[in-house]
């Protein structure tokens, strides 16, 4: 998989491999059944660094996996041997104006976002 680590490093956000510390606190989920292990785990730190981990994982035909909150009772949010995208770092909440609901607000959550946030 070294090719695509390669890629991936010219993204901004950290790349762990899985013999480096941080790794497995990464990967692990609300789900202790969950134990895929991904081949590379990247946390991005802007939308351009998710673009380009998207282009990555396209380009050298690896599997894509992306968490969020971390929960995921089926243990779809990650895969083996893939490359785990960790947006818990887009985790922002922004009060809006909207006329779309009756008290003129709505509140918009990012990616990363956990109920405990709300």
């Known amino acids: 998989h070294g090719e695509i680590v390669t ?3 010219e993204q901004s956000g950290k ?4 013999e480096e510390k941080g790794f497995e ?3 692990k989920v609300m789900n202790a059944a969950c134990t895929a292990q991904p081949a590379v785990i990247v946390v991005p730190n802007t939308d351009q660094d998710v673009s380009t981990i ?3 994982a396209k380009a050298n ?3 894509l996996s992306v968490r969020s909150g971390g929960h995921s009772y089926t243990c ?3 895969k083996e041997g ?3 995208m960790d947006m818990r770092s887009f985790g922002k909440l922004q009060m809006e104006d909207t ?3 009756q008290s003129g607000k709505a509140l918009r959550l990012g990616p990363g976002v956990q109920w405990g946030d709300v």
């Not at 790349?15 to 899985?18: C, F, G, N, T």
């Open 7 to 9: 890629d991936l490093r």
């Open 61 to 63: 035909n690896i599997e």
């Open 99 to 101: 006329a779309l609901s």
């Open 54 to 56: 998207i282009k990555a």
């Open 82 to 84: 893939g490359v785990h």
């Open 76 to 78: 779809t949010n990650i």
């Open 25 to 27: 606190e990464k990967r």
């Open 15 to 18: 790349v762990y491999l899985p």
